[in-house]
């Protein structure tokens, strides 16, 4: 079975530039997280959709970031004018809302099944 | 307040060894659940390991078993007979489903080094 795939896996840009990250979630799955990941914060939550619908975007630094989810398939993840600080690795996971997890708990354990990741380089 | 707490940035274990690593967390939410992430040097995150609040009984996944004290708000992650391959980075993380999030919050992690 697939998982959640993402592209590009390695970006270099210059500071300026658009830049846009994009996702396809495990088939199935109809709640998608963005995450972004630092040496200096660590794991932090972007952006969250349930249904394609954004939950939560407290997480977007500022307006240079945008997210979208056009349908249960895809979603991509924008930023411009790109920033050298903008510089990380950026994930995507996707779970189910219903259902149980690979731990066969009959709640939701919530698990997320992440991508391998997009490496961007801002110069 | 950080809602998850891994206080040790680096670990190092024999070969053959177990380790624990620790994390505490922080919620007022009954309900809620603890995961344990692993991720190798390629940068992949892969989920290892499951825990709920009113689990009765300590989860076990094979080599990983997570040590939970409720009332001392701790989850820490046993891993017996150490490989090389268990080299990575561990998070520890949980989601509170009373609230209603649907997040998972990650602690900041601890870099595990096995030793031949």
């Known amino acids: 079975d697939a998982g959640v795939i993402q592209s590009p896996r390695h970006e270099v840009t210059e500071m300026g530039q658009e830049v846009t990250l994009r996702c396809k979630p495990i088939s199935g799955h109809n709640s998608l997280f963005w995450y972004r990941q630092t040496m200096m914060r660590g794991l932090e939550l972007l952006i969250y959709?349930?249904?394609?619908?954004?939950?939560?975007d407290s997480g977007m630094p500022e307006d240079r970031f945008s997210a979208k989810m056009p349908n249960a398939s895809f979603s991509t993840l924008k930023i411009q004018p790109s920033e050298p600080r903008d510089s990380a690795v950026y994930f995507c996971?996707?779970?189910?809302?219903?259902?149980?997890?690979?731990?066969?708990?009959?709640?939701?354990?919530?698990?997320?099944?992440f991508g391998e990741g997009s490496r961007l380089t801002v110069l | 307040a950080q809602k998850i707490t891994q206080t040790q940035p680096g670990m190092f274990v024999q070969e053959k060894e177990a380790v624990t690593l620790d994390c505490t967390y922080d919620?007022?939410?009954?309900?809620?659940?603890l995961f344990w992430y692993k991720q190798p040097s390629s940068g992949e995150m892969i989920f290892l390991i499951y825990?709920?609040?009113?689990?009765?009984q300590n989860a076990t996944e094979g080599r990983y078993s997570l040590n939970f004290q409720k009332a001392r708000k701790s989850a820490n992650l046993v891993i017996s007979a150490s490989q090389l391959g268990d080299s990575a980075m561990y998070f520890c993380a949980m989601r509170e489903f009373d609230a209603g999030a649907n997040n998972l919050f990650f602690g900041t992690g601890t870099r595990l080094t096995v030793i031949p």
């Open positions: 919620t007022s939410d009954p309900s809620y659940g």
């Open positions: 959709f349930n249904n394609n619908v954004p939950i939560d």
């Open positions: 825990q709920g609040s009113y689990d009765q």
């Open positions: 996971a996707s779970r189910s809302l219903s259902g149980t997890g690979t731990s066969g708990s009959t709640l939701n354990t919530g698990e997320l099944f």
